[in-house]
Nanobody, 124 residues
Framework: QVQLVESGGGSVQAGESLKLSCVVS????????AAWFRQAPGKEREFVAT????????RYADSVKDRFTISRDNTKNTVYLQMSMLKSEDTAVYYC?????????????????WGQGTQVTVSS
């Protein structure tokens, strides 16, 4: 059974940075495509970023492009989300997700494995 555990969330001021981590267990991360999603209060869960198993293919939501960077260390079974120049609208619960496959997919329904989420709060 694949388990994902996020960490690194917290409260910051606008313009500051945070780095989220997601440790995957139960299956080698190298066999999975990983992604980050987020959900703000009263809103649907939305795609943030994804990275292919090789680490060489990535995609970002337009709202975070050039501010967030997704990366992975398959030797540590860990996925990261480096968030810079944070804005108040980035406030949400951030979820790590993983799926088997070979192609990019930004739909939450395509991901079979989810973490419990970590809260990120950005104050303006």
């Amino acid at each position: 059974q694949v388990q994902l555990v996020e960490s690194g969330g917290g409260s910051v001021q606008a313009g500051e940075s945070l780095k989220l981590s997601c440790v995957v267990s139960g299956k080698p991360l190298g066999n999975l495509i990983a992604a980050w999603f987020r959900q703000a209060p009263g809103k649907e869960r939305e795609f943030v970023a994804t990275v292919l198993w090789s680490g060489k293919g990535t995609r970002y939501a337009d709202s975070v492009k050039d501010r967030f960077t997704i990366s992975r260390d398959n030797t540590k079974n860990t996925v990261y989300l480096q968030m810079s120049m944070l804005k108040s609208e980035d406030t949400a619960v951030y979820y790590c997700a993983a799926r088997s496959g070979l192609e990019i997919n930004t739909s939450a329904g395509a991901y079979a494995h989810w973490g419990q989420g970590t809260q990120v709060t950005v104050s303006s």
